[in-house]
């Protein structure tokens, strides 16, 4: 029963895992690196470095997550994210495609209300504990 309930965690969140996986795969072919952690990879260095610091405040993003994927700055950077970014993980397991758009529209609701769309984000404060 676990083992089905994960296969099917994997499909759920399968768009967002590819999209990961494509960047952390032109990450490998730029001179990035890659390892596997539990259910997911992280990737770091080359092309996946370069695509996170163009994200907004991209110099002070550690790692994000897509799916079953998780495209680091550093490996340090991963090792200190890890655990914040596997609440993601664990996320996109229960969101899946509606992840992205949940994400978005809950960091808009709170820009909106004068809040900081980041980190008062539900999902962030999730990830962060709070």
Not at 54 to 70: E, K, N
Not at 75 to 82: F, T
Request: hydrophobic share 40%.
């Amino acid at each position: 029963m676990k083992a089905a309930r994960q296969v099917l965690a994997f499909i759920w969140a399968s768009p967002y895992s590819l999209l990961g996986l494509s960047i952390g795969l032109i990450g490998l072919c730029t001179g990035g690196h890659a390892q596997r952690r539990g259910h997911a990879l992280e990737f770091y260095g080359g092309f996946t470095k370069w695509f996170l610091h163009r994200l907004p405040s991209g110099q002070f993003v550690l790692a994000l997550t897509l799916g079953h994927t998780i495209l680091g700055q550093t490996e340090a950077a991963l090792d200190v994210a890890r655990e914040h970014e596997w609440v993601h993980v664990r996320q996109f397991e229960r969101w899946g495609p509606f992840m992205g758009p949940a994400y978005l529209l809950c960091s808009l609701y709170q820009w909106l209300r004068g809040r900081r769309p980041y980190r008062d984000n539900p999902f962030e404060r999730e990830a962060y504990g709070d």
